[in-house]
């Protein structure tokens, strides 16, 4: 008798953790959606795209970002646009946008660096993993070198 409630104790422990498991991942998942539903998506548009938009005066404002040379855009439907501009045409792209009505902001260097720095840091995160799981990888082949040869 003894013996039967460590198994019902020890089944009820494990239903236990495993609920409380499945309900920690939910409300962190939870989180994480909740914390992505605010970030504002950018879809990217051609410049013949955005010249038309522009002429039709659909862009309500833009934030230029001189170092990445893009246009961030919220248009008066409420979508939000990427764009860019070629070298050495900041000073006229900007003179255009005014001229359509468009409010314009135009990012400091500060604030640019960082924006600028917030794709790398992914890029540099991807290779850590990849040369961690490579490592692994070659671990895990000598350890089996290893004891294979010991065998025989």
Avoid: W
Avoid at 112 to 121: F, P, R, V
């Amino acid at each position: 008798m003894i013996g039967r409630t460590r198994h019902i104790t020890r089944a009820a422990v494990a239903l236990l953790l495993a609920l409380s498991l499945a309900l920690c991942g939910g409300l962190l998942g939870g989180v994480a959606m909740a914390a992505d539903g605010g970030a504002i998506v950018y879809t990217h548009e051609s410049e013949a795209e955005f010249a038309k938009q522009l002429a039709a005066k659909e862009v309500e404002s833009v934030i230029v970002n001189k170092r990445l040379r893009t246009l961030r855009a919220t248009l008066t439907d409420g979508r939000h646009v990427l764009g860019s501009y070629p070298k050495h045409e900041e000073p006229a792209t900007v003179a255009r946008l005014k001229a359509h009505g468009a409010t314009v902001t135009i990012l400091t260097k500060q604030q640019a660096s960082k924006e600028a720095k917030k794709g790398k840091h992914h890029r540099r995160i991807r290779y850590i993993v990849g040369g961690a799981v490579i490592l692994v990888i070659v671990i895990a082949g000598a350890v089996l070198f290893v004891s294979r040869r010991r065998r025989d």
